[in-house]
């Protein structure tokens, strides 16, 4: 478009706007220097030109849209390679394009290689002894192989164990045999598996001297390196279209007898001897690292979606006008409604949350990674309770927060051309990959539940619990504070007494004859809200505490609009949850008339700031890819643009009018 002129009434709203966006920039980004460097990257990378489409990729063909994903892959990482050779931070490039908000601007479907850089990679870094990183890692970084990682079967997902695939080993040869024994047994769903990758680390069942040791990792030959052809006995292909991420060519693998080197299994904490002796792992629960540390990533990406989804959503509001509330008066832009507000600004409010919260949780991720390499395993069961509840929580809200952000935009954010649906399927993906979010819910409810029994029996408890015994030391519930900090405290008075009913109903199930496997699953409506209400109390107090410390810093009217934030997102899940709040503590019918006044005036203060607020995550309109959220907020123009790109509008009557339309109304069809 060669009219570059911002829309009046958006820039109005810059105008406005009563704090310094790029101090807010900077605050989100880590630093100045920060900034510097991301907008440097997305500079360099954008001016390649790898992200333009002739034709927009939803017109395309299924098999052109892998087509495409495999090129555009190929030459975003081979400038990720000259990158990594001209720089130093080469690894935060590739952190940024393969887990950033900036990969989704050139691939915005998917990518067929990320599983080779979210799973391959950090599994041979987390599960290879010093000799296997030393020979993998080395041709996986220069992409002398491109891997995958299988683990998801067509007959088991979440449920690791439960996994058909077999690993036998064969002393004779010192080989392992992989073996899919049924349909059910063949993996389904990794990325780039299908025609892209051609090694793969394979989880399966590990059988030694006759006896089967459990889920291992393997190193699997899929295709031969010069013709990519498939290797004798690899039944490997594509699993079909889905409702999104449609360029990540998910795959389905089933083996024959395949026979492997005993080197090929990963061995840095179980291992296999020649004479088909195991050797145990000092725990179990390290084999779970590479899914932990995907977890850890999706929080932060869930951030990346929502942050998109509210910049397109609250830039339209600012646009669109619509209805005549006052006779005679023009129809008022739709930020200007408080149903708008409402549906709006939470995201906002959840961007700055999670951010913060991803942040906690990385730092909590590398410390016990730290520890665990020094034997010690103490944190590892929080930090997986943590990271399961967190995953799904963030999923969940970000799908919830997407869906929202396409329905106030109307009909025009059902268009493709608006991104919300693509970057719908992209999040509600995540509510069921790395764990399925129920049983996520349900992992972190078992620590839940151990915590619980550890404060009755007065042991101590980790920090993220440590409420509990907080709230159970006072058997009544204290009055109720109207704060901010008496609305966090209430919640976590919701979430000790949710656990301590779950707790009690299981013992009582156990008292009349069910065993405890049937009381828990009788248990487990309850249970998966014990820990929605647990990752609730830890979000909303680390979101305060974290911005708390954050505002010390900045300027006083961004410190203002930092902590309204706060106050929004507090105040609007007191509200949410309303009902567990009247159940659990002393709430009265005043107070939650008190929050939702205060509610309503929170939206009225942060809505002049809304613009600004969006503005300030700095997303450039290449990785935007919106018609309706734009900078320049040019969206009807930008809208009959994109409208004129279909191939249906290449020609002025279409053949079928001839062969089918034509003949069909002169009665000749």
Not at 79 to 100: C, P
Request: a negative charge; glycine letters at 8%.
């Amino acid at each position: 478009m060669t009219d570059t002129k911002v829309n009046s009434d958006l820039q109005r709203e810059r105008d406005k706007c009563t704090f310094n966006v790029q101090e807010l920039t900077h605050v989100i980004d880590g630093g100045p220097h920060m900034t510097e460097e991301r907008k440097k990257r997305e500079e360099t990378i954008l001016k390649e030109g790898i992200h333009e489409d002739e034709v927009p990729t939803e017109y395309l063909s299924h098999k052109e849209k892998y087509e495409v994903a495999v090129k555009k892959a190929c030459l975003l990482f081979k400038l990720m390679r000259r990158l990594q050779e001209e720089e130093n931070n080469g690894m935060e490039n590739f952190r940024a394009v393969v887990g950033g908000s900036l990969g989704s601007a050139i691939l915005q479907d998917g990518s067929p290689l990320t599983l080779h850089y979210v799973m391959f990679i950090p599994a041979l870094m987390g599960q290879g002894t010093v000799e296997q990183q030393a020979y993998w890692i080395g041709r996986a970084f220069n992409l002398d192989i491109i891997g995958t990682y299988a683990q998801t079967e067509l007959g088991h997902g979440t449920f690791v164990r439960g996994l058909e695939t077999t690993a036998t080993y064969d002393p004779k040869t010192k080989e392992f045999v992989l073996h899919s024994p049924t349909l059910t047994a063949y993996k389904w769903w990794p990325g780039g598996l299908a025609h892209t990758a051609n090694y793969c680390i394979v989880m399966a069942q590990l059988y030694t001297n006759g006896q089967c040791h459990g889920i291992h990792a393997f190193i699997v030959q899929l295709r031969d390196e010069e013709t990519h052809m498939p290797r004798p006995g690899i039944k490997v292909g594509e699993i079909g279209a889905k409702l999104g991420m449609n360029g990540t060519n998910n795959g389905f693998l089933g083996f024959e007898h395949v026979r492997i080197p005993r080197e090929h299994m990963l061995m840095k904490n179980s291992k296999v001897l020649e004479d088909g002796t195991y050797v145990n792992s000092p725990s179990s629960k390290l084999a779970y690292g590479t899914m932990m540390f995907v977890r850890v990533v999706l929080v932060n990406d869930m951030c990346n979606y929502i942050a998109k989804a509210v910049t397109i959503a609250t830039r339209y509001s600012a646009v669109r006008r619509q209805s005549q509330p006052k006779p005679n008066e023009p129809e008022p832009q739709i930020l200007d409604y408080v149903t708008q507000q409402h549906k709006l600004f939470i995201g906002i409010a959840s961007v700055h949350a999670f951010k913060l919260s991803a942040d906690w949780l990385w730092n909590m991720y590398n410390n016990v990674t730290e520890e665990l390499e020094a034997g010690d395993l103490d944190r590892l069961p929080e930090l997986h309770a943590l990271s399961c509840c967190l995953k799904a929580v963030s999923t969940a809200d970000a799908a919830e927060c997407v869906e929202r952000c396409r329905l106030a935009c109307g009909g025009h954010g059902y268009m493709q051309a608006s991104n919300l649906p693509l970057t719908y399927g992209h999040v509600t993906a995540a509510c069921t990959y790395e764990g399925e979010n129920t049983v996520l819910l349900l992992q972190t409810a078992r620590y839940l539940v151990k915590a619980w029994q550890q404060v009755v029996g007065g042991n101590s408890l980790t920090p993220t619990v440590s409420y509990i015994a907080k709230v159970n030391s006072g058997r009544r519930s204290p009055p109720w504070d109207n704060t901010i900090e008496g609305i966090i405290e209430g919640f976590q008075r919701v979430s000790a007494a949710k656990i301590g009913i779950c707790v009690a109903n299981i013992e009582k199930r156990q008292k009349n004859g069910m065993s405890y496997e049937d009381a828990w699953n009788m248990t487990s409506v309850q249970l998966t809200q014990a820990s929605e209400a647990h990752c609730r109390a830890i979000l909303l107090s680390s979101y305060h505490e974290q911005t708390l410390s954050q505002v010390t810093n900045v300027s006083p009217e961004l410190r203002e609009v930092l902590l309204q934030l706060v106050d929004l997102y507090v105040v609007y899940w007191a509200l949410q949850r309303v009902g567990d709040l009247l159940r659990f503590t002393s709430i009265s019918e005043r107070d939650i008339e008190q929050l939702q006044n205060w509610y309503e005036q929170l939206l009225t203060k942060i809505r002049p700031n809304a613009v600004g607020l969006v503005d300030s995550f700095d997303i450039r309109d290449e990785i935007l890819h919106s018609a309706l959220g734009a900078y320049d907020g040019r969206v009807y123009e930008r809208l009959m643009a994109e409208a004129l790109k279909s191939p249906l509008n290449a020609e002025p009557v279409n053949q079928s009018f001839h062969k089918y339309l034509k003949p069909f109304m002169q009665g000749k069809l």
